[in-house]
């Protein structure tokens, strides 16, 4: 390979080719169809650059930006919109000190994402969707009335929670809510059972339960504090298994990538259905399924381990980095990539809050052990030091 | 339900979270899209979030209705003619490059992480020692030289390593990666 080629192909590695060295690569690789490596290599090369510049596009920033600046335009509207232009003389001076004063404040508000960028967990939100489709945002701390397209009453969205107030049997409907990557929220069902449902999953459930069972559908994780009726058993459907219960709290963790399935009980008794075998936990026991076909298991654990998530903090014990970057990635809405495969099986124990900054929790872990974090944009690199 | 409709609900309700939702589908597939008339990132990324500020203030959701993507991409690309020409700068390759593509081609930002995605975990099942130093080469843009110092072997060494990686990623991926770059050199 001539110096001049091999000079090209090593600048491809760092920067865009002009248009002359461009050609003249590509003149060179046509006429040297053998040197397939070089070929494939160019290719890599460029495929790399263009992934490292799209992950370095900063998307929480940006958005930052746009969030403000959309936000600013609707203020200022809505706050021309009251005056009539007759009257626009007088209030010249006050409007423009508002302006000023705004355009200060929103300056100053500007600043701070950019001082120092940051990779912050979930904040509190969902999606609820009705059975005719219709869609509704639930935001951290606000309150709102959801009402059926029927016209009846069906749910309260109150402080990251939501409470189905829905009383009507003959008018009982499907719904659904949706948590995204990085969300978290809160639902009280019709019965008075409380679940938190955590990032990227979901749960079916009717607006008011109305047969023998009280049947629940659900997708990822979520942890269920069961309101007592022995009447009408608790049933919650997964993938794979179907949990029948009476009154009790427990946690199930389902999610369709991941390679298992646990249901762990804190109190009460639940059954596990699976295949039309029966599992029974008794409390501090868990239940877990392997996607690869082998039998179930029943054992003893710590629930905290599993349960902890709800009440804002992350637990671990002896957790190989592999399932723990897992979680976080869900939480953090980050992607992590290995560069040396033994950092997989590193083994880690300890408990976060989950509030914690993605950099902080990062650099604790970077202290305590032999594992290096490479942060570009939100992909993760992770190597051996 | 499809995102896009669950996006147009949202919109049409003037729920924020519609407009943060198709940002987050759409920002950087855009950006990217963007770099290809205007050189420079930043002014790729002002274009983009111009846009996003005036589908915002316009309110005009149901005009877009049938097809909120190929609305943004024409959006992105008359503004980007606009600058070049506002700058009396017209890009070479431009005319060239552009032959042939239409924003139907563009992946969205899932479709763009599931192919970065494909090429990691097929980097991933190298070898421990040639993943290193194709990582260090492709991902990270360093030199032969500068790896070969690091792990104390000769470029020679460097050299061989990845021509065993290239012949070995060969069959699985080079036409997905070359899908990727055709549409974004």
Redo the contacts between chains.
Sequence with gaps: MPDRIEHII?EA??RELS?EERRELEEWLASHPGE??IR??W?????????????A?D?RK??T???Q??TR?AAWASRVGRWRWWAAAAVILPVAVGIFWGISRWGTDAVKPVAVQEIKGGVT?A?F?MAD???V?L?ENQLKDIVSSSGTPLAKDSVNTLVVTAEKKEASELCRIWVPQGGEYQVVLADGTRVWINSESELRFPSVFTRAERVVELVGEAYFEVSRDTLHPFVVITGETSIRVLGTSFNVCSYKEDDFEQVTLAQGAVNVNYRSQKYRLEPGEQFELKKDGSKPVVREVNTDLYTSWKDGMFRFQDMPLDDLMQKLQRWYNI?Y??????CRDYRFTGAIRRDVDFREFVALMEKTTNVHFTINGNTV?ISEK | ?EQT??VL??LKQG???G??LL??QF??PL??YA?RYVPL?EDA?DI??DV??KL??TQRFELIERNLRSYLYQSVNNRCLDVLEKNKMVR??VSDSLLGFTEADMPDDEE??TR??E??AAV?RLP?RT??IF?A???Q????KDVADELGISVNTVKTT??RA??A??NEL?DR??V??ML??
């Design positions: 090593e590695a760092r248009g397939r490596d494939d290599l290719h890599y090369l460029e495929a790399g650059r263009i992934i490292r510049r799209y992950r596009i998307e940006a958005w930006k746009v969030d600046r959309t335009r939100k999606f969707e489709g219709k869609v945002s935001e992607k990539f290995f560069v040396h495969a033994a690199m | 339900m409709e669950h609900a949202l729920d924020k979270r407009l943060e940002f987050r920002y950087k950006v990217m770099t990132q990324e983009v979030q996003f500020v915002w203030e070479v390759e763009w992480n970065m995605d090429i990691y991933e421990e993943r290193e990582t080469i492709v991902f843009g360093k030199r032969y990845m021509s290239l012949s990623l060969r080079t990666a070359c990727l770059l974004f050199v």
